[in-house]
Nanobody, 123 residues
Framework: QVQLVESGGGPVQAGGSLRLSCTASGRTFSSYNIGWFRQAPGKEREFVGAIRWSGGSTYYADSVKGRFTISRDNAKITAYLQMNSLKPEDTAVYYC????????????????WGQGTQVTVSS
């Protein structure tokens, strides 16, 4: 049984930084691509970014490019989402997910999801 647990969310002022962690268990973490998604109140869940299983390639939504960085440490079975220059519009529940598929931007290809962690950015 796969489990993903996100942590690191919380309140932060605009312009600040947070680092989210996503720790996995139950599968060979290093074989999976990791995606980060977020869902703001009243909005659909959206793609934030992803990192391939090897860590060699990362992909970002235009809205976070240049501010967010995804990394992973397969030895620690953990992926990270470093968020800098946060804006109020970044307020959302952030989710990590795992997939073996390459269409990383699509929620439908991710069979494994964490429970989410709340990020609240105040102006």
């Amino acid at each position: 049984q796969v489990q993903l647990v996100e942590s690191g969310g919380g309140p932060v002022q605009a312009g600040g930084s947070l680092r989210l962690s996503c720790t996995a268990s139950g599968r060979t973490f290093s074989s999976y691509n990791i995606g980060w998604f977020r869902q703001a109140p009243g909005k659909e869940r959206e793609f934030v970014g992803a990192i391939r299983w090897s860590g060699g390639s990362t992909y970002y939504a235009d809205s976070v490019k240049g501010r967010f960085t995804i990394s992973r440490d397969n030895a620690k079975i953990t992926a990270y989402l470093q968020m800098n220059s946060l804006k109020p519009e970044d307020t959302a529940v952030y989710y990590c997910a795992m997939t073996t598929y390459g269409s990383y931007w699509s929620m439908e290809v991710y069979p494994y999801w964490g429970q989410g962690t709340q990020v609240t950015v105040s102006s």
